[in-house]
């Protein structure tokens, strides 16, 4: 998701859009890379949504747990990948919260 800066934060600019690398406390909190160049939390009400057509959309194929509903589309935070090259989705899931998931419960959508 990309959003504009509409509220003065530390570290960023009115007016200039930030890529959101992944939403926490059920969204109020936007993870952005900031003019510093590093990572930190940031009130969502200090921006305004510019564009939600570049996320990764993903269907659930399979579920490890209740927090995930098959055939449910969810969008993808961030793609995380552990050492040994294994691929994890983080997606913001039933309770509302994200969590990272094994690529193998999902197909892309989009």
Same mark, same amino acid.
């Given at each position: 998701?990309?959003v504009?800066?509409?509220d !003065? /934060?530390? $570290?960023?600019t009115v007016g200039k /859009?930030y890529?959101?690398?992944?939403l926490?406390?059920q #969204?109020d909190? *936007?993870r952005?890379?900031d $003019? ?8 969502? /009400?200090s921006?305004a949504?510019?564009?939600k #057509?570049?996320e990764?959309?993903? +269907? ?8 995930l509903i ?8 961030s793609?995380d990948? %552990?050492?040994a090259g +294994?691929? @994890?989705?983080r997606?913001i899931?039933e @309770?509302? /919260? %994200? *969590?990272l998931?094994? @690529?193998t419960f999902?197909e892309?959508v !989009?």
């Open positions: 998701m990309t504009k800066c509409i !003065k /934060e530390f $570290d960023l /859009e890529k959101v690398s992944m926490e406390s #969204g909190i *936007y952005i890379v $003019d510093s160049g590093k990572e930190n939390g940031y009130s969502a /009400e921006f949504v510019v564009k #057509g570049d990764l959309m993903v +269907r659930c194929v399979k579920s490890p747990n209740i927090d098959v055939g449910k589309v969810y969008e993808v935070l793609v990948t %552990d050492p +294994r691929k @994890s989705l997606v899931d @309770s509302g /919260e %994200d *969590y998931y094994g @690529s999902f892309v !989009k």
